[in-house]
């Protein structure tokens, strides 16, 4: 049971506009949620997070949106560049789990010249 | 500071044989988690070490093994290897076990297994 989802396994964006990736999780015990980015040949790396107490929070071009009650999450990359191509990965945290994380199956983000 | 290495970065194995796999955590870093990724279900958790001690465990079969040693260095085992056990495995540091400091856990590049 995929209890993060990334619906969306791929998504083209042109240099310049927004990217809007989405997140879904099923387990309410969930309270902390991260987004990494994994280059080829190349172990993720930590992006962006969000603790379940805020709704949204911000590091330079990039945006994550919490909405706890839809259990839906996004990540906003504004403006989007030819470096951001990647595979995103959400990931989530709960009480109790400690550093246990449970990942999505990413998106493949390809952003267009 | 090194980051995680992980070796080997490629492996073929067949099916019934076992392999293990290692990975040297950034130095300073206690805890070492394992993650298997495969195509259709992303990253799974397989289990974290922090002091030689298993402090959580994901929902894999008991042909998963693993272990950490003194100098925080960590190794996983599987064994009876099954088709299936094809995938990316992956390992994290991190200073700590606690939650809150996930931003600071790190990934290796990761080691390749194929089972053919």
Not at chain 1, 39 to 59: C, M, Q, R, V
Not at chain 1, 74 to 99: E, K, M, N, R, W
Not at chain 2, 79 to 86: K, N, P, V, Y
């Amino acid at each position: 049971d995929q209890q993060v989802k990334q619906n969306s396994p791929s998504l083209s964006v042109q240099e310049g506009r927004i990217s809007i990736l989405n997140c879904d999780y099923t387990n309410s015990m969930f309270d902390y949620f991260l987004w990494y980015k994994k280059y080829p040949a190349e172990g993720p790396t930590f992006l962006i997070s969000i603790s379940s107490i805020k709704d949204k929070n911000e590091d330079g071009r990039f945006t994550v949106f919490l909405n706890k009650s839809a259990k839906h999450l996004s990540l906003h990359i504004v403006p989007s560049q030819p470096g951001d191509s990647a595979v995103y990965f959400c990931a989530a945290s709960g009480t109790g789990t400690a550093s246990k994380l449970t990942f999505g199956t990413g998106t493949r983000l390809q952003v267009t010249l | 500071k090194a980051g995680v290495t992980q070796t080997p970065r490629y492996l073929i194995k067949t099916r019934g044989q076992q392999v293990t796999l290692s990975c040297s955590p950034i130095s300073g870093h206690r805890s070492v988690s394992w993650y298997q990724q495969t195509p259709g279900q992303g990253l799974q958790f397989l289990f974290e070490y922090f002091s030689e001690t298993q402090r959580n465990k994901g929902n894999f079969p008991g042909r998963f093994s693993g272990r950490q040693f003194s100098n925080s260095r960590s190794e996983m085992n599987v064994s009876t290897l099954e088709l299936g056990d094809s995938a990316l495995y992956l390992c994290a540091s991190s200073p700590g076990p606690s939650g809150g400091q996930l931003e600071t856990q790190y990934f290796g590049p990761g080691t390749r297994l194929l089972v053919l």
